[in-house]
């Protein structure tokens, strides 16, 4: 991990000790019950590599906005195992696109900080950060 990103990750209580850098291959990505890009291009170059999973890819921004909006994803469904319940959050939240206007572009892409100053990788982190609390109240309860 890029040392700038370890240190946002670090600075809001993460521990960036266990990151393995995997390239995303169509074989890890039909395995996913659930893909998160940084940007809506990401999101079209999974779904290039594996069109048949385009409703299990979301930009994290836009996961997070239609998970907020969604009832009853806050408490998950213990009898299912998590992995269940991850598909089945990603199946209502694919289902919810187009049920109210998407984000702008400019809130719904994370710009990637690579080899750019410490203030973008504090503004990327900040994105993420106010994006999570949706995401994980979706997918933990």
């Known amino acids: 991990m ?10 809001h209580g993460g521990d960036a000790s266990g990151f393995r850098a995997r390239d995303l291959t169509p074989a890890l990505i039909a395995e996913s019950d659930l893909v998160l890009t940084a940007t809506r291009a990401h999101r079209g170059e999974v779904a290039l590599m594996s069109p048949k999973v385009l409703r299990r890819v979301f930009t994290f921004c836009d ?8 009832e009853g994803l806050s408490a998950p469904v213990t009898q299912t195992g998590p992995r269940a319940w991850v598909r089945e959050v990603t199946e ?3 289902a919810s696109r187009g049920l109210k206007p998407p984000l702008p572009p400019d809130l719904a892409d994370i710009a990637d900080p690579y080899r750019r100053g410490d203030e973008a990788f ?3 982190a900040q994105r993420v950060v106010e994006s999570m ?5 979706a997918l933990v309860g």
């Not at 996961?63 to 969604?70: N, Q, T």
């Not at 609390?133 to 109240?137: C, F, G, K, T, W």
């Open 133 to 137: 609390p949706a995401v994980i109240r």
């Open 92 to 94: 209502k939240s694919a």
């Open 122 to 124: 504090a503004t990327m």
């Open 2 to 11: 890029d040392p700038q990103a370890a240190a946002q990750l670090v600075a």
């Open 63 to 70: 996961f997070a906005d239609l998970v907020a909006g969604i």
